[in-house]
């Protein structure tokens, strides 16, 4: 039998860092690996305004980055919150999982550990980010808008062709959030969680909400109770959006990916959502989902969509 | 019927602080203000050091806090970590969760929100918590002793006489932890969890062993399986101590109390562990639990526990 492998991540961003991944992880490389390797390749491009070097700053101008890296086969986790001006997040995160003790750090604690650790400083302010920020500034000015948006988490799972599993985010989280704030992504259980026998899941959107609810730890629980990945997501998601709205009176934005040790993938969301799969039978696609009914209709990402998104992001602030 | 309420508590030192709750309790207060008000309690009394004032320092002898509270009515959530010189973070984490973003805060960011509104500062180390840093160093110095215990969180859960629910929880972190270190106590589904309609839990130990199974939210998602208290603490617990075990090589301390909305409560343990329990038809009782053949043994704690236990608290450093 062919070896199975996979990977499914959020957003149109992680195409590329997939592309580069699956060379690797057709070449037998380990699931560590190629979710790093993939994780920072979004990371490094400028562009993507919600993650790494590029990322959209906090309230005061500031880029705060949270990266999370769990491994599937001893469940060991290291975690970021709140770290300024190093250049791939996720590389320190799973730095951290190596260690015994104290594998989740925040602030000025995780920049002490990266800088004695080697890690790249990088000021991850980019031009474009900045002028995003004045731009809202001024428009929260003039218009009284949300300041709360682009929370768009890149998050990956990754199984290779040993049959080992990984799974990693990064974000910038909210943009203009307030200094210190920390969402979902470097949780476990509500950004990420992977068991290797299980399978593993990773959310994005509102982390506020996804951690009301252990999104992702409750996705792999129904995993284990051998449901398909795709009811699994459906499940977790839409039972959770529909508590917070019965208890807490709304649900912000969710979605989330999950791919099982056979390489079976789920995605689920309650907003129009992009993401990208690619597995031993599958070349690298980008697919967009749509919440119908408490299930997720799922459609190959159109020319005309791949166009606009290039558009969108390359376009002038 | 009478109506039912309780509250359960890991260690100790949360005694005091239930004998005050209980008498709001009793005159049908509310659950939330229940548990802030115990948790205040356990955080300002000096000879507990691994709690508010008078909490072990970090390895740069500074006392970085994590805290959280959350309502098991609306599922709303309120957590910081490594936050410094305010004096009672629990009260700040459940303001933060009245918020509708932003709702975990570490660091300076912390320290500013709490700063804005209005939260009393203190330096929090306390001469006898410099004197056991300074203790430590040179036995660490002298012996190459292992850094890292005392990570004795309080954590409660509370059902009061209305039918609501709500838990929090309060630490000072592993004594030598790293600058930043944040451990489960603040984090939701790891070191806390609660659905009024279905119980709460919370845990004590090493917070990075507890995050990788998500303990507290594994707990009450048993309970809504219609599971006794007890059961789902001991199953959840041994469950993931032996995972641990098996994937990662080994498992750190760890301890559970959870409760129902019926006032039914458990309590699961992997080392000697004592907590504090009080119910409509229970006097606030200390207890002492041990683990014996994946199953939690319980008794009543015994004068000379009680006497040595304040002897130890109180001996000179």
């Given amino acids: ?9 959020t957003w149109r961003m992680a195409y590329e860092g ?16 190629c979710v790093e390797l993939a994780i920072r390749h979004v990371e490094d491009f400028p562009f993507y305004k919600s993650v790494g070097y590029g990322g959209l700053p906090n309230e005061q101008c500031e880029v705060e980055l949270d990266a999370a890296f769990m491994d599937g086969n001893t469940l060991a986790i290291g975690a970021i919150g709140g770290i300024m001006d190093f250049k791939n997040p996720v590389s320190i995160a799973r730095k951290l999982s190596e260690e015994r003790y104290n594998n989740f750090l925040v602030g000025a604690g995780a920049e002490k550990y990266a800088h004695h ?12 980010a900045k002028k995003w920020w ?17 929370h768009d988490t890149v998050g990956m799972v990754c199984l290779d062709s040993m049959g080992n599993m990984a799974t990693a985010t990064s974000t910038s989280g909210l943009f203009m959030k307030k200094k210190g704030r920390v969402g979902d992504s470097p949780l476990s259980g509500s950004g990420f969680y992977v068991d290797s026998d299980i399978g593993g899941a990773t959310a ?3 982390g506020e909400d996804i951690m009301k609810g252990c999104l992702s730890y409750e996705i792999v629980r129904l995993l284990s109770e051998g449901k398909h990945p795709q009811n699994a997501a459906d499940q977790a998601l839409y039972q959770l959006t529909d508590k917070l709205q019965r ?52 459609e190959v990402a159109s020319e005309k969509w791949l166009d606009q998104y290039q558009k969108r992001i390359h376009q002038p602030v």
């Fill in 18 to 33: 997939i592309v580069e991944a699956v060379q690797s992880l057709e070449r037998k490389q380990y699931a560590n690996d």
């Fill in 204 to 206: 994005t959107g509102l």
């Fill in 247 to 298: 208890k807490y009176g709304t649900a912000g934005a969710m979605s989330v990916v999950c791919m099982n040790p056979d390489g079976e993938w789920g995605v689920s969301t309650n907003v129009e959502f992009s993401f990208v799969v690619a597995s031993h039978d599958l070349e690298p696609t980008i697919y967009i989902a749509n919440p119908q009914n408490k299930q997720t209709v799922i």
């Fill in 117 to 128: 650790n080697g890690f790249e400083r990088t000021n991850m302010l980019t031009d474009r």
């Fill in 1 to 9: 039998m062919k070896p199975k492998w996979g990977m499914i991540a």
């Fill in 134 to 150: 004045d731009k809202r500034v001024k428009a929260i000015h003039e218009k009284g808008l949300s300041p709360y948006d682009g």
